[in-house]
């Protein structure tokens, strides 16, 4: 770029130099789900990694097995960001990668990602992934899920990361659909944590995931005095109402204090 000035005697100019740096693609692969059932659809996405959004991208290339995909059939987007597989085929499972080429004919190519079929048709059908309970209350997590009349039996169990111990199974013989409902009783900061609802055929398993979480109500204690006024040489008691809702189970400890001093 030059900048020229000019009067009447004559002429000046400066020119500066610029340069613009293209950085380097670094893909990688994002499977919206690392396991599908035959006939779902399948969504890979490739990430340049440029920085700029891809915007140094000038070509994509979708490769399965060190094979470059083409579009046809049930596969577009094989030249694109999005890798689309419609009516999956337990063909279709196998590793995945993206190449990207950017504006300076720079290419990359990303490591492998594993897209997993299964044969099961098993699909979890609530929507609850989350729920808070109030520390003493129940609290009830739900799963269901349906599948095929030919992969019976379906099977339901749940675990969790939290402190507490549950064991419950449920099977379902002859019809293509589980559900149950996890109670939690009377609950405390031990219930905290995941809980996941695991559903399998003879094909597979699903699962769904529930963040549980335990609150708990702050205390607003008050002073109870059996008698405003006592003689001297009667035993006096005062008691201490913490005044969080469940009869003091949330309470830590306690400490009096008179005239401020404790």
């Known amino acids: 770029y030059t900048c020229v000035v000019s009067d009447v005697n004559g002429t000046v100019q400066s020119s500066i130099l610029v340069n613009v740096t293209v950085p380097p693609p ?16 399948a969504t890979l996405t490739c990430n340049p990694g440029d920085g700029v959004g891809g ?21 577009s987007g094989s030249a694109q960001a999005t890798l ?34 299964t044969a099961s048709t098993l699909n979890i059908t609530t929507t609850q992934t989350s729920l808070s309970i109030v520390f003493g209350q129940t609290g009830r997590l739900n799963c269901s899920a349906v599948g095929g009349v030919d992969t019976l039996p379906l099977t339901l169990t749940w675990n969790t990361t939290a402190n507490v111990s549950i064991s419950r199974v449920v099977r379902q013989q002859s019809v293509a659909m589980v ?14 944590g995941v809980y996941t609802c695991v559903v399998s055929d003879v094909n597979g398993t699903v699962q769904s995931s529930i963040l549980v979480n335990v609150t708990v109500p702050p205390p607003n204690p008050s002073v109870i005095i059996a008698s405003g006024l006592i003689a001297v040489g009667m035993n006096a008691t005062l008691t201490c109402n ?3 809702g469940v009869g003091g189970a949330t309470v830590q400890a306690y400490q009096w204090i008179k005239g401020g001093v404790a």
């Open 179 to 192: 559900a149950d409902t996890l109670t939690l009783p009377s609950v405390n900061t031990s219930y905290r």
């Open 55 to 75: 915007a140094t991208v000038q070509a994509y290339q979708w490769i399965k097995g060190g094979v470059a995909l083409q579009d046809g059939g049930r596969v």
């Open 242 to 244: 913490p005044g969080d």
């Open 26 to 41: 670094n893909p990688s692969v994002i499977i919206a789900s690392g396991l599908i059932a035959v006939g779902m659809n």
């Open 84 to 117: 689309r597989i419609t009516s999956a085929i337990l063909e279709d499972q196998g590793s995945y990668t993206c190449g990207v080429t950017n504006v300076e004919g720079v290419t990359a190519v990303s490591g492998p990602s594993q897209l997993n079929i």
